[in-house]
């Protein structure tokens, strides 16, 4: 590209549920494969991509590819949740109004609506987005505290919020930017607009002194450019309050999916979000456009050239001008940003352990010997020699990899675990430890079972200890955990469903309108064509084997007559499996660890603080090395 741009403002699967798809690492694939050296990821809500956004960026750099990561986030803002609260208690004293308001569940997988942000809201359900980048590492922390505090239920009603006063809380290191037709100005616009546009205008500059004396020049006015007349008259406002006040202004993307040719996935992914927030059918106007141009607009990681293309190209289209310099800074003032105004940095990967399993009188690894020489004189091995010295060696190893204080805290488990419900024996390496067994986090004697410790832990290796612990009812031991340790300390990992070969071909199949029974001969037999070829490819001659989508795709002859029938549903389904569906709890997995909400951004689900990152999406091992705060895996199954 000749003009230089940096995409500020771009959404993925991973947290933009049935908004946006194709996971970071596509985006950030095509955007520098179409000419650009960084990208932002702002998910709705959420920073639930944050895991992968970093992995993928350090494998490209490894390949020589320089790009760099911006971290961030599209957060929902009100001005003030104590005046929302006040409302919302108003409407549960009606018992009407009450019957309407209902209370939903956060939900880390929270789905945008669209529509509903382009329009003036009734206070309950207002919400107007904002984009929040991360400078710096403060600015990070900054950023996954906000997002912590705003799925609590002090700011949570049906999507998680900011208001003015958190932001002041946690300001430093962020520059924020104020978004699309959905944005803060957007909602000043929609508003007021009926009452002219001296009170657009008033309520704009009321927005811009909170957040100039909030973020100061870091706060900017953001432009994008599509063929929606709202749009420009939004447009127009912007660039008169910039000038009014001395912003820069910036112009966006606002991308939602990874490349040029990926609209109608994205198209049919959000039709596909209508049935699972309890649309019936598909039913009349949910036919896919025949062209992008009937959208409007194309979201994807465009670069400088393209996105001066766009602005000329819709501003002509709906009738409006612009002063070309002005916008042709707000393009290039991205790059200014990202390069000058943000560092290059990944989250900090500092290992963090509880402390409040350390007693107050020793140290880590003296509390450890001690206990672990206490649990040998319970079980009378204290005076055999051959227990002493693998004792001693073992605790050596753990001291030199500074492993004391997660043995401390499985210990604190399976002490609570041991009173509460009947636990597991111990099974994997960690069964090879015989540290492990003193504690009694495991129940096997691995000198008198000839198990190796070496293949738990080694003093040369680098992976974390990882022991599997059985308990008959993890559920309950996990909340348990939160009861004693709090909810900033104990959180359960995140499991995010995605969408399967089978649903996904039916649902696809019905907006096509093609018969179920033809569409259920198709999906109730492909499977078991698929299965003898691939296993033969694996080597597999017995046991189960589940082909991957793909596999069924080469091997089941029925599906690939009918999708040879109905190409369109081929090419839909190949752009849509896989991406997320839906966000659960992982069956078992939890971080232990202090200060969690400073240290990651914490989502809710179902009423449970949950990490946003899950054992699916990385393998746990990364996701920890990612995330800094606990060593290993405590997985209760």
């Not at 002219?196 to 957040?211: D, K, P, Y």
């Not at 709090?486 to 649903?503: F, H, M, R, Y």
Request: aromatic share 10%; hydrophobic share 35%.
């Amino acid at each position: 590209m000749t003009i230089k741009f940096v995409g500020l403002h771009a959404h993925s699967v991973a947290g933009s549920i049935f908004d946006a798809i194709g996971y970071p690492d596509a985006h950030m694939n095509y955007c520098f494969q179409n000419g650009g050296d960084a990208l932002a990821l702002t998910d709705h809500g959420n920073m639930n991509g944050l895991a992968a956004q970093v992995l993928h960026a350090k494998k490209m750099q490894a390949e020589g590819k320089n790009f760099k990561p911006i971290f961030g986030v599209e957060a929902y803002f009100t001005t003030s949740v104590k005046e929302w609260r006040g409302a919302y208690d108003e409407a549960m004293a009606d018992k009407k109004k009450a019957r309407a308001t209902k209370k939903t569940a956060q939900s880390g997988a929270t789905t945008e609506d669209e529509g509903n942000t382009k329009a003036a809201q009734p206070i309950l359900k207002r919400r107007r987005h904002l984009i929040l980048l991360a400078q710096n590492q403060v600015g990070l922390n900054n950023l996954f505290k906000l997002i912590s505090k705003s799925y609590t239920e002090e700011y949570f009603y049906r999507y998680p919020r900011m208001d003015y006063d958190l932001l002041r809380e946690h300001s430093e290191g962020i520059i924020a930017a104020s978004a699309c037709l959905g944005g803060v100005y957007a909602g000043n616009y929609w508003e007021n607009r009926e009452e002219g546009s001296e009170a657009v205008l008033e309520a704009m500059r009321e927005t811009t002194r909170e957040m100039v004396s909030i973020f100061g020049d870091r706060w900017y006015a953001e432009l994008q450019w599509n063929n929606i007349p709202e749009q420009h008259e939004l447009n127009k406002y912007i660039i008169q309050i910039a000038k009014e006040f001395d912003l820069k202004m910036i112009s966006t993307a606002d991308s939602h999916y990874p490349d040029p040719d990926a609209w109608k996935d994205r198209e049919m992914y959000k039709r596909l979000g209508w049935l699972g927030r309890g649309t019936p059918s598909w039913g009349e106007g949910s036919e896919l456009p025949s062209g992008v141009e009937e959208i409007g607009y194309e979201l994807y990681p465009k670069n400088g050239d393209q996105m001066w293309e766009s602005y000329k190209n819709y501003c002509k289209s709906a009738g409006f001008e612009y002063d070309d310099d002005l916008v042709m800074d707000s393009i290039t003032e991205t790059y200014d940003i990202a390069h000058n105004r943000i560092e290059s940095f990944f989250p900090d990967t500092t290992v963090r352990l509880p402390d409040f399993v350390v007693p107050a009188d020793s140290t880590a690894t003296q509390a450890l010997v001690n206990y672990a020489l206490e649990g040998l004189r319970q079980r009378s091995l204290h005076e055999n020699s051959e227990y002493m010295e693998r004792l001693k060696h073992e605790l050596n190893v753990i001291d030199d990899r500074g492993f004391s204080k997660y043995f401390l805290t499985m210990k604190a488990i399976a002490d609570e675990a041991t009173t509460q419900m009947l636990a597991g024996p111990g099974r994997g390496s960690a069964a090879g430890s015989l540290v492990a067994y003193s504690l009694g986090i495991t129940q096997v004697d691995p000198i008198k079972h000839g198990l190796l410790f070496s293949r738990f832990l080694r003093s040369d290796a680098t992976d974390y200890p990882d022991i599997d612990y059985d308990v008959s009812d993890s559920m309950a031991l996990k909340e348990r955990l939160v009861e004693m340790w709090g909810e900033d300390t104990v959180a359960p990992i995140s499991n995010w469903n995605t969408l399967q070969l089978k649903s996904l071909i039916k649902d696809i199949s019905k907006l096509h309108g093609i018969p179920f029974p033809e569409v259920n001969s198709v999906t109730s037999t492909m499977i078991r064509e698929a299965t003898p070829a691939a296993k033969q490819r694996h080597g597999i001659k017995a046991g189960v084997y589940v082909p991957t989508w793909e596999e069924v795709i080469e091997f089941s002859p029925t599906l690939q007559s009918f999708l040879t029938r109905h190409p369109e549903v081929h090419a839909r389904v190949e752009g849509l499996v896989g991406q997320v569906r839906s966000c659960s709890r992982h069956a078992g997995g939890v971080v232990v660890a202090e200060n969690l909400d400073q240290y990651m951004p914490l989502i809710n689900s179902g009423g449970v603080r949950q990490s946003p990152w899950a054992e699916g999406q990385n393998t746990l091992s990364r996701w920890v090395s990612l995330s800094s705060i606990c060593l290993g895996s405590l997985l209760l199954r």
